[in-house]
């Protein structure tokens, strides 16, 4: 018997807009689509409570990674106990990001690299230069790039190296 191989799809539940949250973030990332749209039946109405023919489930992949909008209704919502991580090469791919998942978001939940958008998810905008400076040998130096980053909201590239170095 051969295993076969594991597939994650994370699945994100929405209050009646997965379809505008799908064509939001296929917008922001590069090699992403929308998959497929499946909508509501009249079947199980009693239990659904949503509208036949409205969406219900919408498939995304956001450069390759699979992702479900699920039209579930108000009884959930997004909080920053979970959140998805960019790996930024560079400042301008730290702007980018910030800018497009923070435009009409909550300002109050921006801290330390963490963005949340107009859906209420939460996305930490990070540095690949911020992982190797808290990773480094030079414990000192790693404090006193931790310490600028709690200071800031958007990450800043130049800001953690000149404190890194002291």
């Given at each position: 018997?051969?295993?076969s191989?594991?597939?994650?799809?994370?699945?994100?539940?929405?209050?009646?807009?997965?379809?505008?949250?799908?064509n939001?973030?296929?917008?922001?990332?590069?090699?992403?689509?929308?998959?497929?749209i499946?909508?509501?039946?009249?079947?199980?109405?009693?239990?659904?409570?949503?509208?036949?023919?409205?969406?219900?489930?919408?498939?995304?992949?956001?450069?390759?990674?699979?992702?479900v909008?699920?039209?579930?209704?108000?009884?959930?919502?997004?909080?920053?106990?979970?959140?998805?991580?960019?790996?930024?090469?560079?400042q301008?791919?730290?702007?980018?990001?910030?800018?497009?998942?923070?435009?009409?978001?909550?300002?109050?939940k921006?801290?330390?690299?963490?963005?949340?958008?107009r859906?209420?998810?939460?996305?930490?905008?990070?540095?690949t230069?911020?992982?190797?400076?808290?990773?480094?040998?030079?414990?000192?130096?790693?404090?006193?790039?931790?310490?600028?980053?709690?200071?800031?909201?958007?990450?800043?590239?130049a800001?953690?190296?000149?404190a890194?170095?002291?």
């Amino acid at each position: 018997m051969s295993l076969s191989k594991l597939k994650l799809t994370t699945c994100l539940w929405f209050d009646g807009n997965a379809e505008e949250a799908a064509n939001f973030y296929t917008s922001v990332f590069p090699n992403s689509k929308v998959l497929h749209i499946q909508r509501y039946l009249k079947n199980g109405q009693e239990l659904h409570r949503q509208e036949p023919g409205s969406v219900m489930v919408v498939e995304f992949e956001l450069d390759g990674h699979r992702f479900v909008g699920l039209n579930g209704g108000p009884n959930f919502k997004f909080n920053e106990a979970i959140s998805f991580q960019i790996d930024c090469a560079n400042q301008e791919e730290v702007d980018y990001y910030w800018a497009k998942l923070g435009e009409g978001g909550d300002p109050a939940k921006q801290q330390c690299s963490w963005v949340a958008d107009r859906f209420g998810v939460s996305w930490q905008v990070v540095p690949t230069a911020m992982k190797d400076m808290l990773a480094s040998e030079d414990k000192a130096a790693a404090g006193r790039a931790m310490e600028a980053m709690m200071h800031m909201k958007k990450l800043d590239i130049a800001e953690l190296e000149k404190a890194f170095r002291g």
